[in-house]
């Protein structure tokens, strides 16, 4: 009679009802997400109170997913298949994929009421997709956390620098000195791929330049490849007319295979200064000002746990305060303000250059994909626990209104990443220069470009120091909080298959953020960038799609309930057709597959050194291998004799 009189009256039954939950979830539903400070969930107070919670709940799931769609992941797919391509297929990929997939993860977490690691105990041979989810959490949050510190060494010198260090040069030893500018016209930049260099061949009144180009998604015109061309200003008619541009360029060369050196100064900052990158990529020699970033960032994502337990008594799991969605929006317009300002004092030539490239439509394709799956959570369990909450709010029934929830959801980040993007692509046409091509024909995988590209888009103009700082103290923002919540998930995960370790959460959150931080120091050395960037491009390209579909080979199991299709169709029978969930089941964990291997197939041609993705492939095997030695051990507990008492 108690669990009655709590329902709502929209309130569906589901197969692990509230009179029940805690005999099937044990120790998980009443420790983890019970008392949650300010939301009431699962106590049974004031109808408003509760309609609070539930509101900030799904804000502060719906924070998450902007907060994601701000990461240089995002923007760099859009610049690198064109922006207009990629958005289209962005919009396909949410309502074909993303969407109904995070529907699929929070309606699971809201029938089984529990977190990754318990959700799938159903199915006993597939019960480590858990631990999957686990080490891609981990692994995702680590490199979230370096990514901060990147940005956090900007904020530094934003607020504490007379002169921005992007407006200038410095060589390999850290010596600063003046840019050399080199005049180039319009219609030179207009219709060429290009990438300069300081180098000058002397002769005849002519400058010579040697030629290779590629573009990063701007057609004929990204200019951020320019690499030498055959230039003779003796040949060209009405000099005056071609209205030459002033182009500050560096004079330190790289000679590596992965990433050229950019030969501006935004990026000769970013490469040189800030990460490092010296063409021995070696491991070893550390950069102690980014080791001292990240040692500060992990201590205060690791004070953020503390003072939560402190607080509250428990870490809440699936709480993200729900102001933080202000933060994505406000960022983004900044960013596209200042592009757009910047963009609009071009050349009229220059301008139009702003064209869709002819870009292979499968990679733009599979990038669209990924990016969806990204900005929507997809694959780190985070979803599942947001489902959780949600049940609880309902007293262990399914919340009817959880379809048009994911609805908006889906809108609101797709709206964020298109003005997000659209930011970006100007802020590329007003960074007219970027890398040096030798040869480089593709950055799919690269995505840490994006962070100098910003810096010479808001470092122009007044108040460049405020707008620097904003714009990356905001970057930084988004890449923590991320961490903090993926961490959170992975600590939630832990506890959940080894329940004895609650008794020293403190050790094991310890343990755990310890470990992080000593294995992001591999970040911080002269080849750590490539190392980042390459673990990167594995997890949210391999390593993600695979964990999803896991997730929908387990749900295809529990999909097989006709309790579970039954809850379903009637939660969201009011908001669409019956029929529509169980078509969408049937095309998605196809397209996931294709997502997988077509992404699978684009890495094995990617620009990255081959030491480093070997490397990367690392945490890859550990996710591919959860779970059938979870299979193994669960089954040679269940085979293995018991010992006979008094025996």
């Known amino acids: 009679m108690l669990a009655k009189s709590k329902r709502t009256e929209e309130s569906l039954e589901t197969i692990l009802t509230f009179d029940n939950r805690d005999a099937q979830s044990q120790w998980s539903v009443v420790w983890s997400t019970t008392q949650i400070p300010g939301m009431d969930n699962a ?16 804000l502060g799931s719906l924070a998450l997913g902007t907060l994601l769609a701000m990461h240089c992941r995002v923007t760099a797919s859009a610049l690198t298949g064109g922006f207009f391509l990629f958005m289209m297929f962005l919009i396909l990929a949410v309502i074909a994929l993303a969407n109904p997939l995070r529907h699929f993860e929070v309606y699971l977490g809201q029938w089984s009421i529990s977190g990754p690691g318990r959700a799938f105990r159903i199915i006993p041979m597939l019960d480590g997709i858990g631990l999957a989810i686990c080490i891609n959490a981990i692994v995702r949050a680590i490199t979230s956390g370096t990514v901060a510190a990147i940005a956090a060494m900007y904020v530094i010198h934003s607020v504490s620098d007379a002169r ?4 200038y040069c410095r060589d390999f030893e850290l010596k600063a000195y003046e840019p050399l500018w080199k005049e180039l016209s319009a219609t030179m930049l207009q219709k060429t791929r290009f990438s300069l260099e300081t180098g000058v061949l002397e002769g005849s009144g002519e400058q010579r330049f040697s030629s290779i180009g590629t573009t990063v998604g701007l057609y004929d015109g990204a200019w951020r490849n320019l690499s030498y061309i055959r230039y003779n200003l003796q040949d060209e008619t009405n000099v005056s007319k071609k209205k030459l541009r002033k182009i500050a360029v560096c004079e330190e060369l790289y000679r590596g295979d992965y990433p050229p050196l950019y030969s501006t100064p935004a990026y000769n900052f970013f490469y040189v200064e800030v990460v490092h990158l010296r063409s021995d990529l070696s491991l070893g020699q550390f950069n102690m000002t980014l080791v001292a970033c990240l040692i500060l960032t992990w201590l205060m994502l690791w004070g953020f746990l503390v003072i939560e337990r402190i607080l509250h ?13 202000v933060v994505p929006w406000i960022w983004v317009v900044l960013l596209v303000a200042v592009a757009a300002s910047n963009f609009a004092s071009l050349h009229k030539a220059l301008r139009k250059a702003f064209k869709i490239g002819a870009k292979e439509i499968i990679a733009g394709l599979a990038d669209a994909l990924e990016v969806a799956l990204y900005i929507h959570s997809a694959s780190v369990g985070t979803e599942i626990l947001h489902g959780k909450g949600l049940n609880h709010f309902a007293s262990g029934h399914i919340d009817p209104h959880l379809h048009s929830e994911n609805v908006w959801h889906s809108g609101l980040v797709l709206l964020l990443t298109a003005l997000h993007s659209g930011g970006a692509a100007m802020c590329a046409l007003v ?6 091509s030798q040869g480089l024909i593709n950055m799919r995988e690269s995505v ?6 910003y810096s010479k888009c808001t470092s122009t103009g007044n108040y460049s120091h405020l707008v620097t700082t904003l714009i990356f103290g905001g970057l930084m923002f988004s890449y923590m909080t991320v961490a903090f919540a993926l961490l959170k998930t992975a600590i939630h995960t832990i506890f959940e298959y080894r329940v004895k370790l609650v008794f020293v959460e403190q050790i094991v959150v310890g343990g ?37 579909l896991l997730e929908l080979v387990g749900m295809l199991y529990v999909y097989r309930s006709h309790d579970f299709i039954s809850d379903l169709n009637l939660a969201t029978e009011e908001n669409t057709c019956s029929t529509r969930i169980s078509m969408q089941w049937q095309i998605i964990p196809i397209i996931t597959l294709a997502t997988l291997i077509i992404k699978i197939a684009l890495l094995l041609d990617a620009e990255m050194p081959a030491t480093f993705m070997y490397l990367a492939i690392t945490p890859l095997v550990g996710v591919a291998m959860a779970v059938p030695l979870r299979a193994c ?7 293995r004799p018991t010992p006979r008492r008094g025996t």
Request: with cysteine; glycine share 8%; hydrophobic share 50%.
């Open 43 to 58: 106590t049974g107070g004031r109808p408003q109170r509760r309609v609070v919670g539930r509101r900030r709940l799904r």
């Open 164 to 167: 921005l260090p992007f407006t």
């Open 313 to 325: 008594g428990r870490l809440i799991w699936n709480n993200i305060k729900s102001w933080f969605v």
């Open 431 to 436: 960074d007219y220069i970027q890398p040096s």
């Open 448 to 453: 840490l470009w994006i962070i100098p590209m």
């Open 512 to 548: 755990l953020i310890l470990t992080c931080m000593m294995l992001s120091f591999l970040f911080a050395t002269n080849g750590g960038v490539a190392l980042l960037e390459s673990v990167d491009a594995v997890m949210s390209g391999s390593a993600m799609p695979f964990v999803c």
């Open 633 to 639: 051990h669960n089954a040679y507990v269940f085979l």
